[in-house]
């Protein structure tokens, strides 16, 4: 996504040139193919002409996922440069400033601990405090996300067959879901989840569907699973699943303000990690959870992915990232039902568990940060 919305803007920038010549660095140019950045690159470019160079053994200063765009005339010389880093999300940053692209934040409090605060002081719920900055409108975006959500889940539940890109990796949610309607009522529920995660995560690995970045696209069946999971089968109301939404964003916004949500960045525990902590808030407010407990639990959902690496097969995002979203949802519940049961009380905030995320994730070698240089993609 971050690749496909920098040639967009760069190309329009300069509808004269002749061809656009992009040159991927890093993790970015050792895992394109199988994210099929090439794809989106060209599509973003066109109808100009994309020229694509690979380096993956190069790094650009400011990230492992670093960009140069140039415009070429009819002569081939250069007529303007863009260095630019995806950074997660579809999130980019470019060399010439210094945080993400994104307007500017709305949100005053940058820190979970400032906002538990707030909500102890105000008397009011962590989605109040997201609609209290972004305004009533925020809920009409989050009614569109949720859609999208529930598309995901039910299309990826209605079809079966061979996911591309060549580990001819079967689509297992439809099996999933008829095979957990015959389970005892004890494991139905684990069933499910695992059905409606893996649904959207095949549908991303398929290319074939719109999916939302929760916080990227490889992590983004577990907050959906989580919550038509609780819509489906808890029966909470559209009302209830956009304020756990909300929630959720917010938890996701800290994270990636305050630590990472990219996997070339932290590894596996800045996508998979924080989607468990979003769904493990989401789940926990949905169930009448207080805002330390809501808290309690996306920092039990991020802590115990803790040093979990990016190692996809192939480049691709399908093994191990399809099940990692599976079990991840399952996480997300396990801390929604452990925070339930406590008082909120804890040692270990969770922007604390942020801060050692990035941490942890800067010390792991470069072959466990999506370069599939490393771990399973070079076992397998």
């Known amino acids: 996504m971050g690749p496909l919305r920098a040639a967009r ?4 920038r300069h509808a004269e040139a002749s061809k656009i010549r992009v040159t991927l660095f890093g993790s970015l140019a050792a895992t394109g193919k199988g994210h099929m950045t090439d794809k989106a690159i060209e599509k973003g470019c066109a109808p100009l002409h994309a020229e694509i160079l690979w380096k993956p053994e190069s790094l650009l200063p400011l990230h492992p996922n670093g960009m140069l765009f140039e415009s070429l005339d009819r002569q081939g010389r250069v ?48 989605w109040e405090y997201v609609v209290d900055c972004e305004g009533e ?66 549908e991303n690995a398929a290319s074939s569907g719109l ?29 209830r699943i956009l304020y756990a939404l909300a929630t959720a964003g917010l938890f996701g ?22 989607a468990c902590a979003m769904a493990a808030a989401a789940a926990t407010q949905l169930f009448g959870g207080s805002p330390a407990q809501v808290e309690y639990a996306a920092e039990m959902g991020l802590e115990h992915h803790l040093g979990l ?17 599976a079990f991840a949802a399952a996480r997300a519940m396990d801390a929604n039902l452990y925070a339930s049961l406590s008082d909120g009380v804890h040692r270990v905030s969770f922007d604390k568990v942020v801060k050692t995320m990035l941490a942890t994730g800067r010390d792991l070698p470069s072959l466990y940060r999506e370069t599939s240089a490393g771990g399973l993609a070079k076992t397998f």
């Open 211 to 239: 999916v939302v970045t929760a916080p990227t696209c490889g992590a983004a069946g577990v907050l959906p699973a989580v919550l038509y999971y609780c819509h489906k089968h808890h029966d909470f109301s559209e009302k």
């Open 9 to 12: 803007e760069f190309s329009t």
């Open 253 to 274: 916004l800290v994270a990636k303000e305050n630590g990472s949500i990219s996997g070339a960045e932290v590894g596996c525990q800045g996508e998979i990690g924080v």
């Open 309 to 325: 690496t990016c190692d996809p097969v192939n480049g691709l995002v399908q093994i191990p990232c399809v099940e990692r979203n």
């Open 137 to 202: 409108e925020i809920l009409g975006h989050l009614s569109e996300v949720w859609s999208v959500m529930r598309q995901a889940v039910e299309r990826g539940l209605d079809v079966e067959g061979v996911l591309p890109g060549g580990l001819c990796l079967q689509r297992k949610a439809a099996n999933y879901l008829q095979r957990a309607k015959g389970l005892r009522a004890g494991l139905q529920s684990r069933g499910y989840l695992f059905a409606y995660a893996l649904a959207v995560a095949e």
């Open 79 to 126: 007529t303007d440069t863009w260095e630019v880093y995806s950074i997660g999300g579809g999130f980019l940053k470019s060399a010439s400033c210094a945080g993400d692209m994104e307007k500017v934040s709305v949100y005053p409090l940058t820190t979970m601990d400032a906002i538990l605060v707030w909500c102890k002081d105000q008397g009011k719920a962590l």
